[in-house]
Structure formats: structure tokens, C-alpha cells
């Protein structure tokens, strides 16, 4: 179908671009502190919420090879904190795990992103692009997309250009007809146009651009100035 457009496939980074991320992590942390009462009381003696905090971010600084794997260093850090508390088990960091990303993936899209990709579908290929790992199905937009990708051992996160070859690969695409939307200057735009697509940032907190960066092409500050640019037309 003819766009308007240049692009053949567009594709979508997720957190605080299709909704707030902030404010879901909070309550997924908080639930999963909740969950520590119940199952792991250990660690709920050891920590309040602001000293479990503090764990995870100096764990995280301690595992600098992680950054950008959102779920393998989750995973590896409720391992590490069981483990200092003398619980064994991969069950509990399975289910630990299963807990948070539930709560994680508990989210209030931004008004539009619904129709939004309803309307795109069929005009452009949709890919979602993100190095977090909300669940898709169950947020109910997985529907809309053809091909999600999330890093994992071998597909390295952005800004690398993996996980952006490997859309265009599927589409069978060159990266010129990628257009790459994510509220990241660095993990999304300079990923995009260092892999030579283009990207539109998605800055709908009006923050001034970082100078030492080469700018996006297009920048939007609402899911409807993206429809706008996405479709000229304004049909669906």
C-alpha cells in the first residue's frame, strides 16, 4: 500500500513512549518487596523498600556487562540477594521474576497508541524495538506487531545496531526504509541513525537536545503529532 511516506517499516520503542515507565516500575518494585514478605522473609527483615532499592543499583554498577539486559539483570540480581539470604532454588527466582514482569508489564497506555497502530497496520510493517521487557500480550498490543525484539544473549541492546538489522532482515528491508521512534537520544535515536535509518524522538517531556549528538530527523512530543507524521493522509 502506498504511505506517503519513504519508509516500508516502522518501528517503536516502548517504555515512555507508548506509556509513563517510571511509575510502573515503582509499583512493580513495590509489589515485588511484597512478595519478598511473603515468600522470602528473610530479605523483608534485612530491607525496606529504600535499602532493596539501593541493593539493586549497586548490584547493577557492579555488572556493568548487563547493561541494557533489563530481565537478565533482574534475574541475576533477585539470584544474588536470595542466595546472600540462604533461599536456593531456581523456582524462587523463577517466581519472583514472574511476579515483578507481571506487575510490570501493568501499564496505562498513553491515549491514541491504540488506534494508532490499528491505523498502521497494513500501510507499514511494525516492529517494537525495546531493551526492556514488558509483556506485550498482556498490556494487548502484541497483536499489532510483527516482529517484537528484546535483547538476549547474541541480540545485545541499544544502541547496537543488532536487534535493528534483525528487523530489517525479517522485512527483508534496507535500512534507509526504517523509521525508528523511541523517547532515548542515545539507545534510540544515535542507535537508529548510526545503523542508517532514520528516527523520530519522541520527546514528550519538551527537553532540549543533547548538543554533542547528531539530532533525529523528526521530533514529536504526542502519539498525535506521530499519527500526523506517520499518516499524511490522516486516514486510518
Avoid at 127 to 135: F, L, P, R
Avoid at 154 to 177: N, Q, T, V, W, Y
Avoid at 187 to 216: H, I, Y
Wanted: hydrophobic share 40%; proline share 7%; with cysteine.
Amino acid at each position: 500500500m502506498t504511505t506517503g511516506t519513504p519508509w516500508k517499516v516502522v518501528s517503536f520503542d516502548l517504555d515512555d513512549t507508548f506509556w509513563d515507565c517510571a511509575p510502573v516500575i515503582e509499583r512493580a518494585e513495590r509489589a515485588l518487596y511484597q512478595w519478598h514478605r511473603e515468600h522470602t522473609p528473610r530479605i523483608a527483615d534485612a530491607h525496606d523498600e529504600v535499602s532493596l532499592g539501593e541493593y539493586r543499583r549497586r548490584f547493577r554498577s557492579a555488572n556493568p556487562h548487563l547493561a541494557g539486559y533489563m530481565t537478565e539483570i533482574r534475574r541475576a540480581g533477585i539470584a544474588a540477594l536470595l542466595g546472600e539470604h540462604d533461599y536456593a532454588g531456581e523456582h524462587l527466582v523463577d517466581a519472583a521474576m514472574d511476579w515483578f514482569l507481571h506487575h510490570r508489564s501493568d501499564v496505562e497506555l498513553y491515549a491514541g497508541v491504540i488506534d494508532l497502530l490499528g491505523a498502521l497496520q497494513g500501510r507499514y510493517g511494525l516492529a517494537a524495538i525495546t531493551n526492556g521487557n514488558a509483556n506485550l500480550e498482556q498490556i494487548g498490543i502484541e497483536e499489532h506487531f510483527d516482529i517484537v525484539l528484546k535483547p538476549e544473549p547474541g541480540l545485545p541492546p541499544k544502541p547496537d545496531a543488532a536487534m535493528f538489522s534483525r528487523c530489517c532482515a525479517h522485512f527483508g528491508i534496507a535500512p534507509s526504509s526504517l523509521l525508528h521512534i523511541g523517547d532515548n537520544p542515545l539507545t534510540d535515536v544515535q542507535g537508529a541513525l548510526r545503523f542508517g535509518a532514520e528516527a523520530v524522538w519522541f520527546n514528550q517531556q519538551k527537553s532540549p537536545w543533547p548538543e554533542a549528538q547528531a539530532p533525529a530527523h523528526h521530533e514529536v512530543a504526542s502519539i498525535a503529532e506521530l499519527s500526523a507524521l506517520l499518516l499524511p493522509d490522516g486516514a486510518p
